[in-house]
C-alpha cells in the first residue's frame, strides 16, 4: 500500500488515523507520508522516496537515524530478555551517567515518557510544598497530563484546542497560566496566590510554539521568584536536555532549577522519560517519602541501553559545535534566501534547536508565534514536503538538526527552499 492508502487504513482503526495528533497533517492541510525507514539525516516513505528530515522523531535523534554503535548495544540488550520489572544493572548506569554530567540533578527517577516525567513533578512539587497551584506558560507544552493541558503547545496548539475537553474545571482551576519572557505576569500570579503556588514549570527554551528562546533575565527572573515565594522550580529540559547543550539549557543559562524533567535523547529513540532533581525533594518520592509514583516498563533494559550508548556517543564538545554550526548555516542560508524574494522572514536557534516564522518582527511568545503567517508556512512546508525535505507538520514545532546531516544535505535543502520562496514571493 502506499501512504495514501495506508492513511485511509488507519483512519478506520486508529482515531484520525494516527497515535499523535500532529503526525495527521491536518495543520498543514497535506496527508502524511507513511515512514517505511530511516538512516542518517534521512527517513524513507513506503514508496521509497528520500527527505531530509528535520524532526529527527521529535527530537531524539540527534546522532542521526539507526546509528550502528546504538543499535548494536541495543541488538546485545536482546538477548538479554526484554523487561524484568525488577532493578537492574544499567538503569544504575545511566541514573549515575545522568547525576554526573547534568547540574542539579541529585537523583532521578526514570519513566517511559515525556508526559510521566512531568506529571510525577508537578505530584512530586504539590507535595513537597503542601501546595496545590502551579504556573506554567501559554505555549508551552509539558505532555498530556491534565493539569498540564491548559493552554498548552504543540499539538494541542495546532489543533486549536488550548484546553482539552475532559480536562475538568477542578483540575483546570489550579493551573495558573503566565507569558513566556513576562515576568510581570508570573509576579502577578505569585502576589495573587500568595502561599498557594507548589511550582512553576517551564521549558527553558520553549519548543511547543515553535522555537522561542527566553530573553536575558528571564530564567534567573523565576528562579528568584520561586525563592522569595518558596515554590519548586521545574525545568522541563524532556526537548531541550543534551540538544542544546549536553547538559541543556541548564548548562547555557546558568540558572538552577529544583527539579528538571528529560526524556527523548536520553532513551536514544526508545520510549523513556525521568525527572530528577534536589536530593531533599527527591526523597518524597515512593518508597521513601509520600508521593505516589511507579511504573511496569519503567528503567526498561532497551531503553536504558540506548539512551546510554546515544549519550556517551554525544557527549564531545565538537559534537555541540557542529550542531551549532550546522544550524547556524541553515538558519542563515534560509534567511538570506527569504530576503533576496522579499519574504518577511524570522529565524531562532538555540544550539542544534531551531525555529523559523514568516514574520518580519521578533517573536518572543505565543502571541507573536501565533501573529506568524500561517498560510505561507503551508505552502513552504508542501513544496519542502514534496521535494524531499521533511520539516515539522506544524508552524508550532521547533525543528531538530543532528550531527549526520551534511553540508551536502544542507545545501539540497537551501536550493528547495529557494524554489519555495520564489513560489512564495
Ligand atoms: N515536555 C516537553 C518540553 C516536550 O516537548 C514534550 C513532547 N514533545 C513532552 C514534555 C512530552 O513528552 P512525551 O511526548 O514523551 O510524553
Not at 548506569?93 to 508537578?122: C, D, F, K, Q, W
Not at 540558572?255 to 526508545?270: E, R, S
Not at 534560509?334 to 530576503?339: G, R
Amino acid at each position: 500500500m502506499n501512504s495514501q492508502e495506508l492513511f485511509q487504513a488507519s483512519k478506520q482503526c486508529i482515531p484520525g488515523g494516527v497515535n499523535s495528533p500532529v503526525r495527521a497533517f491536518n495543520s498543514v492541510d497535506s496527508d502524511p507520508v507513511f515512514i517505511a525507514r530511516a538512516d542518517k539525516a534521512y527517513v524513507y516513505d513506503v514508496e521509497g522516496n528520500q527527505y531530509v528530515d528535520f524532526v529527527g522523531s521529535w527530537g531524539p535523534a540527534i546522532l542521526g537515524h539507526n546509528n550502528p554503535e546504538v543499535a548494536s548495544e541495543i541488538k546485545k540488550a536482546i538477548d538479554n530478555g526484554l523487561s524484568f520489572g525488577a532493578p537492574t544493572q544499567i538503569e544504575l548506569e545511566l541514573a549515575n551517567y545522568l547525576t554526573n554530567h547534568i547540574p542539579n540533578l541529585e537523583m532521578v527517577r526514570m519513566v517511559s515518557s515525556g508526559t510521566e516525567a512531568t506529571m510525577s513533578a508537578i505530584r512530586l512539587a504539590r507535595g513537597f510544598t503542601s501546595r496545590e497551584k502551579i504556573i506554567k506558560f501559554a505555549g508551552c507544552y509539558h505532555g498530556h497530563s491534565d493539569s498540564l493541558l491548559v493552554n498548552a503547545g504543540s499539538g494541542a496548539l495546532t489543533q486549536g484546542v488550548p484546553s482539552s475537553a475532559g480536562v475538568t474545571e477542578g483540575v483546570a482551576k489550579d493551573t495558573l497560566v503566565a507569558k513566556y519572557n513576562n515576568l510581570n505576569s508570573v509576579k502577578e500570579l505569585f502576589e495573587a496566590n500568595k502561599g498557594q503556588i507548589a511550582c512553576v514549570i517551564v521549558e527553558p527554551v520553549a519548543g511547543n510554539m515553535n522555537c522561542v528562546p527566553p530573553e536575558e533575565g528571564f530564567l534567573q527572573g523565576l528562579r528568584e521568584l520561586c525563592d522569595q515565594y518558596g515554590a519548586v522550580l521545574i525545568f522541563d529540559e524532556v526537548m531541550t536536555g543534551f540538544r542544546v547543550a549536553f547538559a541543556g539549557a541548564q548548562e547555557v543559562y546558568k540558572v538552577n532549577p529544583d527539579l528538571i524533567t528529560l526524556g527523548k535523547i536520553i532513551g536514544g529513540g526508545m520510549p523513556v522519560g525521568a525527572f530528577g532533581g534536589k536530593k531533599e525533594i527527591m526523597e518524597k518520592i515512593a518508597p521513601l517519602g509520600p508521593v505516589y509514583q511507579a511504573g511496569t516498563l519503567s528503567g526498561n533494559p532497551l531503553s536504558m541501553t540506548a539512551g546510554l550508548t546515544t549519550l556517551k556517543l554525544l557527549n564531545k564538545e565538537e559534537n555541540y559545535q557542529q550542531l551549532k554550526e550546522s544550524t547556524e548555516y541553515l538558519l542563515t542560508g534560509l534567511k538570506d534566501l527569504a530576503s533576496k524574494y522579499n519574504i518577511p522572514f524570522y529565524t531562532t536557534q538555540v544550539g542544534g534547536m531551531f525555529g523559523f516564522f514568516f514574520t518580519d518582527k521578533e517573536v518572543v511568545d505565543l502571541e507573536m508565534a501565533m501573529q506568524a503567517d500561517l498560510s505561507k508556512f503551508k505552502t513552504f512546508h508542501k513544496f519542502m514536503l514534496n521535494h524531499g525535505v521533511y520539516l515539522a507538520p506544524s508552524a508550532f514545532e521547533a525543528g531538530f538538526m543532528s550531527l549526520a546531516h551534511t553540508k551536502a544535505d544542507l545545501d539540497f535543502v537551501l536550493e528547495v527552499a529557494e524554489q519555495a520562496f520564489a513560489q512564495l514571493a
